[in-house]
């Protein structure tokens, strides 16, 4: 089913509910070169069987500047012009990458996405921010282009692994808690397992978080408001992640606890929503505890691309469904996050 989303920057071809082979009857006259990783490119053989593909490491230490030069390398090597069709196949790292070497190959050069991951299918492949990281720093270096298509073929979710599901349902409970009361008791009132086991109910799931960031970045592309709204809990998310090498919707889930233990000091959050995320976070096999180096995630935190001079700009709830932005002193993110020093 195909369905025309307009950005600012450009308009999306969204194939849903579609077949991944789709893609060879639409782009049969076009120069495709598919960019995935060693993962999906052995679970997925047939997929990629003579045609041009790079094939990455993955993970996230491929979201780098060397693994750009190399693809770029490759790209010369398949002789790819300004008419070439990028496409990733893969998780949020393939996308991001895909996209950015897409944006500065030849000056940009044609992209498309076919998220496999669930992460991806809801967030990442989603709103045309491409980045990759720069040592600690994460997608420090970045555009925002937005991809030619995204096809979603949920065939993919049968080979992802359980971490990946946590993994993915943390942006999902993301969505509830900033947007969507409803979606928040529904996740509340349900676990990972029965999502797994009911793939209507995990259809709409994901249509809704699809919606939910399309609304998001058609209004607000360049994040200069409502779309800073999706860093909720990545803040400290982020900085955890890169530090202390977990994975990503498991460090969101840690940073989504932060910053509703933040809201109760600022907004006056009822101390009630942390505990029912807390809940939901484990109904969704998503790690609530941590030990961290306070001192080594503030100084990640004071060189986060949303800070100020004294203050980062975070993402708070006033209640489930309901976020805002406040920039918020050091010290007060300190204070959170002190309950899960690992010298106490
Ligand atoms: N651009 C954005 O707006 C945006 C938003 C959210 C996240 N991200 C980025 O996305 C990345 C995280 O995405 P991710 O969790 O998809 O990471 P990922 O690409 O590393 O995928 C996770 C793992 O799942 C495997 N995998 C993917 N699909 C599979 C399948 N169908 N079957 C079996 N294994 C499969 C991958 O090989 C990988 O090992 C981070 O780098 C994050 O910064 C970007
Ligand atoms: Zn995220």
Known sequence: MLQQIKF???TVNYY???KVELLWELFATRQVVLITDKN?????????RGRNTIILQGGESSKDYSTVVSICNRLIEFESTRNTLLIGIGGGVITDITGF???????GVSFGFVPTSLLCMVDAAIGGKNGINLGLHKNMMGTISQPEFILYDTRFLKTLPDAEWSNGFAEIIKYGCIFDANLFEELRNSTLSAY????IALQSVIDRCV?????????DEHEKGIRKLLNFGHTAG???????????????????LIACEISTAVTGLNPNTSWQLLLTLTQY????????DVQNVMSILRSDKKRNKNTVDYIVLSAPGNAGIQPLPFNVIENALNIYESNN
Request: aromatic letters at 10%; hydrophobic letters at 40%.
């Open 8 to 10: 600012p920057s450009g």
């Open 16 to 18: 849903f509910d579609s």
């Open 40 to 48: 999906v490119a052995s679970l997925y053989p047939a997929l990629f």
């Open 101 to 107: 070497v897409a944006s500065v190959y030849m000056r």
């Open 196 to 199: 797994r086991a009911d793939s």
């Open 211 to 219: 919606n939910w960031k399309n609304t998001t970045v058609q209004t």
């Open 238 to 256: 982020h900085a955890i992640e890169t530090l202390y090498k977990i994975p990503h919707g498991c460090a969101v889930g840690i940073g989504m």
């Open 285 to 292: 096999n998503l790690p609530t505890q941590i030990s961290i």
